[in-house]
């Protein structure tokens, strides 16, 4: 039987579309208590203080979120995965530093005329 080395392994395992699992950026801050909370939550619009008051929703298990990770704030736009009815964050997403999201707003203007133009 021909051995497989590690790059072999590695490919084979980062095929996949879906990315969830356990290798996560960020790690879940909720509790079990708070999952059953979050899912009602997540039908309420995050921004008017419902639930996480820095979570936000975007439908289908996407959330924005303002986050902490090394004493440094981020904004935080991740794709959730439910694992035993807790939802979890994925390896889908993007971490923007406080300079960066600044950046993003700034494109704001720019992308609705692009987006107008285009669709």
Do not use: C
């Amino acid at each position: 039987m021909p051995k497989h080395s590690k790059k072999d392994k590695d490919s084979s395992a980062s095929s996949s579309d879906s990315d969830s699992g356990p290798d996560d950026v960020v790690p879940a801050k909720k509790s079990k208590s708070d999952s059953k909370q979050s899912k009602s939550d997540s039908k309420k619009s995050k921004g008017d203080g419902g639930g996480d008051e820095n979570s936000w929703s975007l439908g289908k298990n996407r959330f924005i979120k303002l986050t902490e990770f090394k004493n440094t704030w981020y904004i935080d736009v991740r794709e959730f995965y439910n694992a035993d009815g807790d939802l979890k964050p994925g390896r889908k997403g993007i971490m923007l530093s406080m300079e960066q999201w600044q950046k993003v707003k700034g494109f704001m203007n720019e992308i609705d005329e692009a987006i107008k133009k285009n669709v």
